[in-house]
């Protein structure tokens, strides 16, 4: 095949991917806004990878209650953020794995990620940065070496 073709599908699947993601981060910023007008807002997120990712937010009142809520879950780019409902009137910061218990595994982890998320910013702390994959795949190449060094 020629390398110009190559070439130019490849650029222009980038350019289709970055301008699926500039949509996206449109609609996460549609959602967000409604919310942010009611109070704080609680996120909460998980990667998908190669699976279906997840992102909930949360408008809180100030004891943490949650007034209403949003979600989006999927794999592509074309996932959207909907409405989410039944916990309205529920504490973020004390939801658990028996309250998400019925939801599929994405949502649930970016739901107990949102009141982790609060509980470490009401307690005074800072969410540590989430790890890239190049950087996970280096912690997982570098302990092994570590191990042996260290015998």
Known sequence: MNFWLVA?????GYLLQCFFGL??????????????????VAIGRTNGGFRAGAIVMFAIDENGI??????MMG?????KFKDFTGFEGKNV????????????????KAILDAAMNYNIIMSGGEIPP????????????K????????E
């Open 75 to 79: 794999v592509t780019v074309l996932a």
């Open 143 to 150: 302990k092994p070496v570590m191990k042996t060094k260290m």
């Open 93 to 108: 910061g004390e939801l658990t794995q028996a309250d998400v218990e019925k939801l599929p595994k994405p949502l649930k």
């Open 23 to 40: 949509m996206q981060m449109k609609d996460f910023s549609k959602a967000f806004s409604p919310l942010r007008k009611m109070g704080r």
């Open 66 to 71: 949650i007034l209403k809520g949003k979600r």
């Open 130 to 141: 989430r790890l890239s994959l190049f950087q996970k795949i280096s912690q997982k190449l």
């Open 8 to 12: 130019c599908l490849l650029g222009g």
